[in-house]
């Protein structure tokens, strides 16, 4: 017994001789301590990390990182402005009438034929080092040493560094002219195909590799030396000149420039991760991406962590020095000039809910907290909302050094009806579409918008009256901007519409009292989401109910969600879409028919088509940025949307975002993508806050060994006593008088 406690008093004693004992919790390692390291965490495994594929936001965070697009945005600047990337300077456009020739910079759109985009690539950049480019020579001119492997060579390899070489080299056009013939690749399911197939020839040369595979001639699960394939559209007159040629005039197509659609992918990483027996060992593009940019991805544990280190070929950025007066006040211009990046690594780490990762931010262990993964708990004790609006943080948080920034996000949210269902689309007869239109308009009625953020989002959140947020052109506010079909005006203000007219729209569409008017049985609908049911699931469904309509959830993880929503296999989805680019076409293009998921893997989730919408959205995204007659165009597109309501308009997000005070160089920004070369990290601070949150409470410990220390010496005393004791004589009481027994 002693034994044990004294072990006991040694653990405490190496705990409290251990830094103060603040270690014992750390998950980190205690080397990483002083290294200049984000932490951060994703929830969900990244399905995709292969530029072409890749499109949500969880993703993008790791891939703006690792590959570097043409153009990008300026990270302090507000509008958002572009800038060169791995372009020297913006794109030199001319257009071309039918016979080629050149036409007036503003030339209407119906006499464009071809517009033609000029891009000059800088010189000296290079790869990150991959085994890919290792040749059997110092020179760079030898054989690649790992293009040609058996399985047996890949046995036991999991990752690039694996290889026991690697190598790099200079970009050229050509990895670029690369990564958008990967756009028509077979194998391949690029959710931006239908927009960039304006590329000319894009689409003879998918039909032309679908040809291939048919005839045996290549195999969409082997290597295609894309290299060998022409494409019209694409043209590199020399080793940094990229010539890009599309069909018409498309004005926004300069803001796809700064995705990760058009970012260079050198063929050697292609041809190495196509190998028979890399995909066993998770050796794909898919999660191991190749690029140029100021960070590369050093591990790769869908489980655990996913961690990004310096790229030591970067070709290297300073800091901006340009900024707006509350820039400079809020300290983003200290760094001025620095050399980028000015952090060592990111470390993302899984966290699945929401409490553990709010209780490892208040330890010091994450450096930042984004409202999306707020729960109401931590909402109350980081942030408080005073009478005159807007955001406060606590006392306590500011205690601790935390910061708040907020922002209303350039996006959506929204709950989409599934046009291709026949109860919820109507199929193809103009009565029961008519139906379904009413069904959906009283639907979105009864979804109070206003209520689900006051009880889930406590209050945060704009009401969307359609699909276009504030900030971007085409936004209007107040009663001249409301949804006219599930809102009113009432003395000045947009109020939801009374309960009744939606229930007067049901029984229009053949639901009285949510049962079918035929049939008399009650209507069920679907509700497809991802997670566990909930309390917002119960919510739901009593928005439902309020018209009599039955919602039956159907949840599952992300993956088998996305799954779901590709082939169509769905009613309602809660979505949200964050724009690419800050212009309403970024929305608008949601909604037309060729960008449909289910037949073309868009974006268009609602599977939504409507011809006039589609001509009028043609028009429109060939006009010029600055075009006066665009506004009246958007608003007739918007109207449309609001009368057919493919969607429920959700809200626009107030997101707002809590750092610790050791990290530096943030700022809200949705769009921009690359910021985490930005950031910086005091890293004395976090250990010094680290050690002073953490501290472990000993005393309650103490004092129980004490009592058992105490209550083991009495034990021991009243031991020794009974041992210590003689014993007394036994009379036998059968024995004879005068005998002893």
Same mark, same amino acid.
Request: net charge neutral; aromatic share 10%; charged share 25%.
């Given at each position: 017994?002693?034994?044990?406690?004294?072990?006991?008093?040694?653990a405490i004693?190496l705990?409290?001789?251990?830094?103060?004992?603040?270690d014992?919790?750390?998950p980190?390692?205690?080397?990483?301590?002083?290294?200049?390291?984000?932490?951060?965490?994703f929830?969900?495994?990244?399905?995709?990390?292969?530029?072409?594929?890749s499109?949500v936001?969880?993703?993008?965070?790791i891939?703006?990182?690792i590959?570097?697009?043409?153009?990008?945005?300026?990270?302090?600047?507000?509008?958002y402005?572009?800038?060169?990337?791995?372009?020297?300077?913006?794109?030199?456009?001319?257009?071309?009438?039918?016979?080629?020739?050149?036409?007036?910079?503003?030339?209407p759109?119906?006499?464009?034929a071809r517009?033609?985009y000029?891009?000059?690539?800088?010189?000296?950049?290079?790869f990150?080092?991959?085994?890919a480019?290792?040749?059997?020579?110092?020179g760079?001119?030898g054989?690649?040493l790992?293009h040609?492997?058996?399985?047996g060579d890949?046995?036991?390899?999991?990752?690039p560094?694996?290889?026991?070489?690697?190598?790099?080299?200079e970009?050229?056009?050509?990895?670029f002219?690369?990564q958008?013939?990967?756009?028509a690749?077979?194998?391949?399911?690029?959710?931006?195909?239908?927009?960039l197939?304006l590329?000319d020839g894009?689409?003879?040369?998918?039909?032309?590799?679908?040809?291939?595979?048919?005839?045996?001639?290549i195999?969409?699960?082997?290597w295609?030396?894309?290299r060998?394939?022409?494409?019209?559209?694409?043209?590199t007159?020399d080793a940094?000149?990229?010539?890009?040629?599309?069909?018409?005039?498309?004005?926004?197509?300069?803001?796809?420039?700064?995705?990760?659609f058009?970012?260079p992918?050198?063929?050697?990483?292609?041809r190495f991760?196509?190998?028979?027996?890399?995909k066993?060992?998770?050796?794909?593009l898919? #999660?191991?991406?190749?690029g140029?940019?100021?960070?590369?991805?050093?591990?790769h544990?869908?489980?655990?962590?996913?961690?990004?280190?310096r790229?030591?070929n970067?070709? *290297?950025?300073?800091?901006?020095c340009?900024?707006?007066?509350?820039?400079?006040?809020?300290?983003?211009?200290?760094?001025?000039?620095q050399a980028?990046?000015?952090?060592?690594?990111i470390?993302?780490?899984?966290e699945?809910?929401?409490?553990?990762f709010?209780?490892?931010?208040?330890?010091?262990?994450?450096?930042?907290?984004?409202?999306?993964?707020?729960?109401?708990?931590?909402f109350?004790?980081?942030?408080?909302?005073?009478e005159?609006?807007?955001?406060?943080i606590?006392?306590?948080?500011?205690?601790?050094?935390?910061?708040?920034?907020?922002?209303?996000?350039?996006?959506v949210?929204?709950?989409?009806?599934n046009?291709?269902?026949?109860?919820l689309?109507?199929?193809e007869?103009?009565a029961?579409?008519?139906?379904?239109?009413?069904l959906r308009?009283?639907?979105?009625?009864?979804?109070?918008?206003?209520?689900?953020?006051?009880?889930?989002?406590?209050?945060?959140?704009?009401?969307?009256?359609?699909?276009?947020?504030?900030?971007?052109?085409?936004?209007?506010d *107040?009663?001249?901007?409301?949804n006219t #079909?599930?809102?009113?005006?009432v003395?000045?203000?947009?109020?939801?519409?009374?309960i009744?007219?939606?229930r007067?729209?049901?029984?229009?569409?053949?639901?009285?009292?949510?049962r079918?008017?035929?049939?008399?049985?009650p209507?069920?609908l679907y509700?497809?989401?991802?997670?566990?049911?909930? *309390?917002?699931?119960?919510?739901?469904?009593q928005?439902?109910?309020?018209?009599?309509?039955?919602?039956?959830?159907?949840?599952?993880d992300f993956n088998r969600?996305?799954?779901?929503?590709?082939?169509?296999?769905?009613?309602?989805?809660?979505?949200?879409?964050?724009?690419?680019?800050?212009?309403p076409?970024?929305?608008?293009?949601?909604?037309?028919?060729?960008h449909a998921r289910s037949?073309?893997?868009g974006?268009n989730?609602a599977?939504?088509i409507?011809?006039?919408?589609?001509?009028?959205?043609?028009?429109l995204?060939?006009m010029?940025?600055d075009?006066?007659?665009?506004?009246?165009?958007i608003?007739?597109?918007?109207?449309?949307?609001?009368?057919?309501?493919?969607?429920?308009?959700?809200?626009?997000?107030?997101?707002f975002?809590?750092?610790?005070a050791?990290?530096?160089?943030?700022?809200?920004?949705?769009?921009?993508?690359?910021?985490?070369?930005?950031?910086?990290?005091?890293?004395?601070?976090?250990?010094?806050?680290?050690?002073?949150?953490?501290?472990?409470?000993?005393w309650p410990?103490?004092?129980?060994?004490?009592?058992?220390l105490?209550?083991?010496?009495q034990?021991?005393?009243?031991?020794?006593?009974?041992?210590?004791?003689?014993?007394?004589?036994?009379v036998?009481?059968?024995a004879?008088?005068?005998?002893?027994?």
């Amino acid at each position: 017994m002693l034994r044990h406690v004294l072990a006991g008093l040694l653990a405490i004693a190496l705990i409290a001789c251990s830094r103060d004992g603040s270690d014992a919790n750390n998950p980190y390692p205690a080397s990483d301590s002083s290294r200049r390291i984000v932490y951060d965490f994703f929830s969900e495994r990244p399905k995709h990390l292969d530029p072409v594929q890749s499109y949500v936001e969880n993703e993008a965070d790791i891939l703006y990182q690792i590959y570097e697009p043409l153009y990008d945005y300026d990270f302090l600047k507000r509008p958002y402005a572009l800038k060169p990337q791995l372009a020297t300077a913006m794109p030199k456009v001319r257009y071309l009438d039918a016979r080629g020739r050149k036409l007036p910079d503003r030339a209407p759109a119906g006499r464009v034929a071809r517009t033609v985009y000029e891009i000059h690539i800088r010189e000296g950049v290079r790869f990150q080092p991959h085994p890919a480019f290792a040749r059997d020579d110092k020179g760079g001119d030898g054989h690649y040493l790992y293009h040609a492997l058996t399985p047996g060579d890949i046995a036991g390899k999991y990752m690039p560094s694996d290889f026991a070489q690697s190598a790099t080299r200079e970009l050229t056009a050509e990895d670029f002219a690369y990564q958008i013939k990967r756009l028509a690749r077979p194998g391949l399911q690029s959710p931006v195909f239908e927009t960039l197939k304006l590329i000319d020839g894009l689409e003879e040369l998918q039909a032309q590799l679908a040809t291939d595979v048919k005839q045996g001639k290549i195999s969409p699960a082997g290597w295609i030396d894309l290299r060998k394939y022409p494409l019209r559209g694409v043209e590199t007159p020399d080793a940094h000149t990229l010539r890009i040629t599309l069909h018409g005039k498309y004005p926004q197509f300069v803001y796809w420039l700064t995705q990760t659609f058009v970012v260079p992918v050198p063929w050697e990483a292609d041809r190495f991760f196509s190998q028979p027996g890399m995909k066993q060992n998770n050796l794909t593009l898919d #999660v191991w991406p190749v690029g140029t940019g100021p960070f590369m991805q050093a591990k790769h544990d869908a489980n655990r962590e996913i961690r990004l280190v310096r790229n030591p070929n970067w070709r *290297g950025e300073t800091y901006p020095c340009e900024g707006s007066d509350a820039d400079r006040a809020a300290g983003l211009l200290k760094d001025c000039g620095q050399a980028l990046p000015l952090i060592d690594a990111i470390s993302l780490q899984k966290e699945s809910e929401a409490i553990p990762f709010w209780n490892k931010f208040l330890q010091g262990y994450y450096d930042q907290f984004n409202s999306a993964r707020m729960s109401l708990a931590s909402f109350d004790s980081a942030v408080s909302m005073p009478e005159r609006g807007g955001l406060d943080i606590t006392d306590d948080m500011q205690k601790r050094g935390i910061r708040l920034q907020t922002e209303v996000e350039p996006g959506v949210r929204y709950y989409a009806f599934n046009m291709l269902d026949p109860v919820l689309g109507g199929g193809e007869n103009a009565a029961s579409q008519e139906h379904a239109r009413k069904l959906r308009q009283a639907i979105s009625i009864a979804i109070d918008i206003e209520e689900q953020l006051a009880v889930f989002y406590n209050g945060l959140g704009m009401p969307a009256q359609g699909p276009i947020p504030p900030g971007i052109a085409g936004y209007r506010d *107040g009663c001249a901007g409301r949804n006219t #079909v599930v809102y009113d005006c009432v003395n000045g203000k947009v109020q939801r519409k009374d309960i009744a007219v939606a229930r007067k729209l049901l029984a229009e569409a053949g639901y009285p009292d949510g049962r079918d008017a035929k049939s008399g049985e009650p209507l069920i609908l679907y509700f497809d989401g991802v997670g566990s049911a909930g *309390g917002r699931i119960d919510w739901l469904a009593q928005q439902f109910k309020k018209l009599g309509i039955q919602l039956v959830p159907r949840l599952t993880d992300f993956n088998r969600f996305q799954d779901k929503t590709r082939s169509g296999n769905f009613q309602i989805l809660f979505w949200g879409w964050g724009a690419d680019y800050p212009d309403p076409e970024n929305f608008l293009f949601l909604f037309y028919g060729k960008h449909a998921r289910s037949k073309y893997d868009g974006e268009n989730t609602a599977n939504y088509i409507n011809p006039e919408y589609d001509r009028l959205y043609v028009q429109l995204k060939a006009m010029d940025i600055d075009d006066p007659a665009r506004t009246a165009l958007i608003d007739r597109m918007v109207a449309m949307l609001r009368y057919d309501a493919p969607w429920v308009f959700g809200w626009h997000d107030e997101a707002f975002f809590l750092r610790h005070a050791w990290l530096q160089n943030t700022k809200p920004g949705r769009i921009i993508r690359s910021s985490r070369k930005y950031q910086r990290v005091d890293t004395a601070l976090r250990e010094q806050q680290r050690h002073a949150w953490n501290r472990p409470v000993l005393w309650p410990a103490a004092v129980l060994i004490a009592l058992l220390l105490l209550g083991g010496w009495q034990m021991r005393r009243m031991v020794r006593r009974r041992e210590a004791r003689r014993a007394l004589p036994v009379v036998d009481t059968k024995a004879l008088p005068g005998e002893s027994s």
